[in-house]
C-alpha cells in the first residue's frame, strides 16, 4: 500500500498544480493539518531535480505563513479553534509547558520546532496565546523551516538520484522511520 501511496505522489508531483498543493500542505500543516510536506517535496524534488531550490523556497515560505495563521488562531481563536487543535493531538499538558519555553526563550523554541520533528504547529497556536513576539517569531520560523526544507531538498537533489531505486525498494521502511520521527517529535514535547 505504502509503495502505491509513493508511486502516487511521485506521479502527482509532475501535475501542472503539484507546485501549489505543496503549498497548500506546508502551509496548512503549520497551523492545524497532520502531515508534514516532506514526503511530497522529496517526490517533487526526485520528479524534476533542477527545481529543488524552487520547492525548497515553496515550503519555506508557505510554511511560514501558515506559522503566521497558526499565531493568528492563538491570538483570536484559541478559545474555540485553537483548543480543538491541541487536543486533536492530546498535548494539553505539553501546551502549558510550551509557556515555559517561551518564557526561557522563545526565539530557540521556534527555531527548535520548525526545524525538527516537534509538532510546529503547537508551537505557532501557542505563541499566539502566549503573546510571543511577533517579528522574533516570524524570524525563527524563516530560519528553522527554510533549513529543514532546503536540507531536504539539497539531500534529494545530490543524494536522490543516486538512491532512487533504493528509496523506491525500502519506501515502506522508509515511511515507517519518518512515522517514528514525527512520534518521537510528540515524545520530545511531552518529555524534553
Request: proline share 4%; net charge positive; aromatic share 18%.
Amino acid at each position: 500500500m505504502l509503495q502505491r501511496t509513493y508511486a502516487w505522489i511521485l506521479s502527482f508531483a509532475n501535475h501542472p498544480y503539484a507546485i501549489w498543493i505543496l503549498g497548500a500542505v506546508s502551509f496548512a500543516e503549520s497551523s492545524f493539518f497532520p502531515i508534514p510536506p516532506d514526503p511530497l517535496l522529496i517526490a517533487m524534488v526526485m520528479a524534476k531535480p533542477t527545481l529543488f531550490l524552487r520547492h525548497a523556497a515553496i515550503c519555506t515560505l508557505s510554511s511560514t505563513f501558515g506559522g503566521m495563521f497558526g499565531y493568528a488562531i492563538g491570538l483570536m481563536l484559541f478559545s474555540t479553534v485553537g483548543v480543538w487543535i491541541v487536543s486533536a493531538y492530546g498535548l494539553q499538558e505539553e501546551f502549558v509547558q510550551i509557556g515555559m519555553r517561551y518564557e526561557e526563550n522563545a526565539f530557540l523554541t521556534v527555531f527548535t520546532a520548525a526545524f525538527t520533528p516537534i509538532p510546529y504547529k503547537l508551537i505557532t497556536v501557542a505563541a499566539g496565546v502566549f503573546h510571543i513576539n511577533f517579528l522574533a517569531f516570524v524570524l525563527a520560523s524563516i530560519i528553522g523551516r527554510g533549513m529543514r526544507f532546503f536540507l531536504v531538498a539539497t539531500l534529494m537533489y545530490y543524494l536522490g538520484r543516486r538512491y532512487k531505486d533504493s528509496i523506491e525498494k525500502y519506501i515502506d521502511i522508509l515511511s515507517v522511520v519518518f512515522v517514528i520521527l514525527i512520534a518521537l517529535g510528540f515524545l520530545a514535547l511531552k518529555y524534553v
